[in-house]
């Protein structure tokens, strides 16, 4: 049982949803799991509302999950520092807190929840010490990963078998599906969960899928590849609850799920194309196949850490559909159109091995420690 502990998770959102819905699933799990006492700091309650609907706009100070969330804003008020300080993904907490957290006796563990990435180096760097320039203060780096040495991914108690039952369970995705407006699946149709950032090579995708003949149903979130279905479409509504068709295709725009629905989404589709960190790793724990459109970077910094996680998850799988996996990823990201419609019929013939692959790739990981466990028995470590 973990000694209980204050935290503060501090949260910039940046990328919209990302750094927001892992700081939230943390957080959640951290009270849920461990019994421990968190603080969210967020400076965007509009954003987070979506993923969170019980979040109140403008409100200072509210709970939610037994979370206690603060918005973020300036000026700071004069808080005492937890016992536990994290800044998601570099977002440094504010200097009137640091200069709290330096006078505090003992002090805190501090630590820079850092990006999720598999290239090598992560493991040589994960727990690291970094002393301040000028305060008696010590931030660890702590990265999660896909490996051991690393700090994990999230993954709350109980999701593996939460999301075999529902898979295997008609009934409970028929009333999901009930939720969003949705029909049963339909004989050979093609159920696709559509998550990205904009970019050229979106229209391509439709095009392939209308010319394949193969019937496709897409769910996408609003402000999702707006253009792009537009375009396609030649569609002027593009709100929640629009429906679009053309050529076998249909889209369905859905206001932005809370993060359970949202997982649930993920688990009844035949494919899900997710993007940035959050929806990308419970896109594999979804166990279906997935496609990732990585956050790009200034100077092309993204691609390693795209060409790092491609060479670790097409291990096991025969030469021909892991090259079949890289190729269309790489043209997803790069926003190439003819590419992506030369890549796909590969993609779909491969569809049996890659949904095996799934499962296993899933499995593989839940039989590591998870993010939040690490973090508590690190943590624990240094504040003994």
């Not at 979370?67 to 977002?91: G, L, Q």
């Not at 010490?129 to 660890?140: A, I, R």
């Not at 439709?206 to 010319?211: E, K």
């Amino acid at each position: 049982m973990s000694s209980k502990r204050t935290w503060d998770i501090f949260c910039t959102v940046v990328d919209n949803y990302g750094d927001i819905g892992v700081s939230w699933r943390l957080a959640r799990q951290l009270v849920a799991e461990h019994g421990q006492q968190v603080r969210l700091w967020v400076d965007d309650l509009v954003s987070f509302r979506r993923i969170c609907p019980d979040i109140a706009i403008g409100q200072e100070s509210q709970h939610s999950h037994g979370v206690h969330v603060r918005w973020w804003r300036e000026p700071f008020p004069e808080v005492s520092p937890a016992d536990v300080v994290i800044e998601a993904f570099a977002c440094s907490p504010p200097a009137s807190y640091i200069a709290a957290m330096a006078a505090r006796k003992p002090k805190p563990a501090w630590i820079n929840l850092e990006f999720l990435s598999a290239e090598d180096w992560v493991q040589g760097c994960h727990a690291l010490p970094s002393p301040h320039p000028s305060l008696p203060l010590v931030k660890y780096f702590f990265f999660p990963g896909f490996v051991a040495g690393t700090g994990g991914l999230l993954a709350e108690r109980g999701l593996a078998l939460a999301r075999a039952q529902f898979q295997r369970s008609e009934a409970e995705q028929a009333r999901f599906w009930e939720t969003l407006g949705c029909g049963a699946p339909r004989a050979g149709e093609l159920r696709v969960s559509l998550f990205c950032y904009p970019h050229e090579g979106i229209g391509a995708l439709f095009r392939t899928w209308a010319a394949s003949g193969i019937p496709v149903r897409c769910f996408a979130p609003e402000g999702t590849a707006t253009q792009a279905l537009a375009a396609f479409f030649g569609a002027e509504n593009i709100a929640p609850g629009a429906t679009l068709r053309k050529a076998g295709v249909e889209v369905r725009i859905f206001s932005f799920l809370d993060q359970d629905k949202y997982d649930r989404l993920l688990w009844a589709c035949d494919l899900n194309l997710v993007r940035g960190e959050d929806s990308f790793v419970r896109g594999q724990w979804a166990a279906r196949p997935l496609i990732w459109h990585i956050y790009p970077q200034q100077a092309e910094a993204h691609w390693p850490k795209l060409e790092a996680f491609l060479e670790l998850y097409c291990q096991g799988l025969r030469a021909e559909t892991a090259a079949a996996i890289k190729r269309f990823w790489r043209a997803w990201n790069q926003g190439e159109g003819l590419e992506i419609e030369a890549a796909w019929p590969s993609l779909w013939a491969s569809r049996a091995e890659l949904q095996a692959h799934a499962v296993c790739w899933a499995r593989r990981q839940a039989g590591t420690s998870d993010l939040a466990n690490n973090l508590v028995q690190f943590c624990g470590n240094l504040l003994k």
